[in-house]
């Protein structure tokens, strides 16, 4: 047995690991070992110097390995098997409508999310939100749920890749959470554990992902698609732009509030929508359920329209403990923050640019986010109406509406907002937000 101080210096200088040495350093990890100063510093190894291709399907291998696999047989489900996740953003609240989409289509999404990281939301805390909603049940609550729903959005298991669950915690607090590696191993282990048989990647880019440039959105993609689809797991990844918030809301329960305007139509973000129906259309057509990316996207807005989607979404929440007329009470279920003020501009003018990753950690300043894992965080505020790039600011328009404990907060807060948001007197292009489309063997357009 190789000592895990030897496997750490292994990588410390650069040397290739073998999957046996990896292996024992992810079983020292699960069984605990491998101690938290150690899983640091095999972390920050790695971030800087990288793995190779071998490393990094070994790694996602042992860390899929490091506990229970899910088999959807006996009996088979009558549908595919399928999930999309994202390296994070701001404003990203994507899951929690297009789970239920695609289970309003015959699919069947058993979502494994994971927390806050960094400056960037968590799906498990937007629905931590929700009264009741239990984001952690057992293995065969789980399951029976996707079963009888079609969807259960939920964190690891206890059972589930717990290698993983443990080095996921320590990265956020070590600045190692860009690592193309370890992303590649976190995100994998899970999506193998969970017996998918389609997935796709939404790879951030730009000033609010964790790869602001399109060369290391381009390589993150590239990974995971192929060391997916080696693995046996089908992959298509997009780069999606992250210049500008996502939807018009940041923190937990203001986007939960927005997931469910966006599904019963109230208000639809537009770059939101368009993500969405980018990323369900991709597993639509790779699960044989659509033959074009234009027929998916066609079948989700489908579900949207007649009100599925979001009949799907309130019984995946009462199913998982939640109220079950909740998007009828949501604003009444939903915790309120005590002081809710509009954050204004200095002076008028049009959004040419906005510092996204900013956005993201005032979120996490008025405590919606987490500057140490333990930190607990404040489900009821965040940021809602943001503003958005080409949009006119100015007495008439704030660049947001802060959701706040305290009124020293909404201070605080309004000062990053306004360092964060660049005016100027026209407006910019503005681009498609779905990228590029990444396959294993390399990028199309």
């Known amino acids: 047995m190789t000592l895990p101080q030897e496997i750490i210096r292994a990588k410390r200088d650069g040397r290739e690991l073998s999957a046996s040495e990896i292996a024992e350093f992810i079983g020292g990890l699960t069984s605990g070992e491998v101690t938290e100063g150690q899983a640091a510093a095999f972390a920050m190894a790695v971030f800087f110097r990288g793995m190779s291709l071998a490393e990094r399907v070994a790694l996602t291998e042992a860390m899929t390995l490091s506990g229970t696999t899910i088999d959807w047989g006996a009996p088979d489900l009558p549908g595919p098997v399928l999930d999309k996740h994202s390296t994070g953003g701001v404003g990203d609240n994507v899951s929690l409508m297009l789970a239920p989409m695609l289970a309003a289509l015959g699919a ?42 079609g969807c259960a959005i939920i964190g690891q298991t206890e059972s589930l890749a717990p290698a993983d669950r443990r080095l996921y915690a320590i990265r956020d607090v070590t600045a190692t959470v860009e690592s193309v590696a370890l992303i590649t191993a976190s995100i994998l282990s899970k999506k193998l554990a969970a017996g998918l048989e389609a997935l796709v990647m939404d790879v951030k880019t730009g000033s ?75 597993l639509l057509r790779l699960a044989g359920l659509a033959h074009t990316v234009v027929e998916g996207e066609a079948l989700l807005r489908g579900t949207l329209e007649s009100g599925k989607a979001a009949e799907t979404f309130e019984r995946m929440v009462a199913a998982l ?91 605080a807060v309004t000062k990053r907002l306004r360092a964060a948001y660049r005016l100027g007197d026209a407006a910019p292009r503005r681009a498609d937000p779905v990228v590029e489309r990444i396959l294993p063997a390399g990028p199309t357009q």
């Open 108 to 149: 069947f999404v058993p979502m494994i999310s994971g927390r806050g990281l960094g400056h960037t939301g968590g799906t498990l805390d937007k629905l931590d939100s929700i009264p009741g909603y239990d984001t952690r049940p057992d293995l065969l609550r789980f399951k029976q749920v996707v079963r009888d729903v």
């Open 208 to 282: 609010g992902a964790f790869m602001p440039t399109l060369d290391a959105s381009r390589e993150l993609a590239e990974s995971i698609a192929t060391v997916a689809t080696g693995a046996g797991l089908p992959t298509v990844s997009l780069i999606t732009d992250m210049n500008e918030p996502l939807a018009s809301a940041a923190g937990n329960a203001v986007e939960v509030q927005n997931a469910v305007d966006f599904l019963i139509g109230r208000r639809q973000d537009v770059r939101l929508l368009r993500v969405t129906l980018s990323l369900g259309a991709e």
């Open 321 to 411: 403990g939640g109220p079950a007329d909740f998007l009828a009470r949501a604003p009444a279920l939903l915790p309120r923050a005590g002081v809710v003020v509009e954050a204004a501009p200095e002076r008028g003018g049009i959004v040419t640019a906005i510092d996204v990753r900013a956005i993201g950690l005032a979120v996490v300043e008025l405590g919606g986010g987490r500057a140490r894992a333990a930190d607990a965080i404040d489900p009821s505020v965040g940021l809602t109406r943001l503003a958005a790039l080409g949009e006119e600011v100015g007495a008439e328009r704030p660049l947001a509406i802060v959701h706040a404990r305290d009124p020293l907060s909404v201070e």
